[in-house]
């Protein structure tokens, strides 16, 4: 049985990660799946949450914000429109983009702009989330 498999994340904009991993453990809409090598083929619609997987024996974190993962016999291959790696995450930004979507929460204009600082802020909490999870695992 292989140790690793080859693990691809995409977005419209960029490859944020493509290489081998020894594990994966992804929030789908359904629940958690763990990938190991050698799994069976599976296409899963992903939840935003944060993404663990292994390296080197090494637990580490992705934010994948909704998306699709597919398992095939050549790897991982996950397609997102927002993913980032949590130690490429900066919180600063991060959370002034989560101030400002509260506040355009707070002035409840229309529905629409309602929806979409939710839409916002439902993201943003997710990366801060990988963050704190890349956090814990280094300590």
């Known amino acids: 049985m292989p140790k690793t498999f080859h693990l691809k994340i995409l977005t419209p904009n960029t490859i944020v990660l493509d290489g081998e991993v020894e594990e994966i453990i992804a929030r789908t809409v359904d629940g958690e799946v763990g990938i190991l090598p050698d799994h069976i083929p599976l296409i899963t619609p992903l939840d935003q949450a944060p993404l663990k997987y292994k390296v080197n024996g090494d637990v580490k974190i992705a934010a994948v914000l909704g998306g699709m993962m597919e398992v095939s016999s050549g790897g991982v291959t996950i397609i997102s429109d927002h993913a980032a790696l949590a130690e490429d995450i900066d919180t600063v930004k991060i959370e002034r983009e989560k101030e400002l979507a509260e ?10 702009d309602i929806q979409k600082a939710e839409l916002d802020l439902h993201r943003l909490l997710a990366m801060l989330k990988a963050v704190e999870i890349a956090k814990m695992i280094k300590r």
Do not use: I, T, Y
């Open 103 to 112: 506040a355009r929460l707070a002035q409840k204009k229309d529905k629409v």
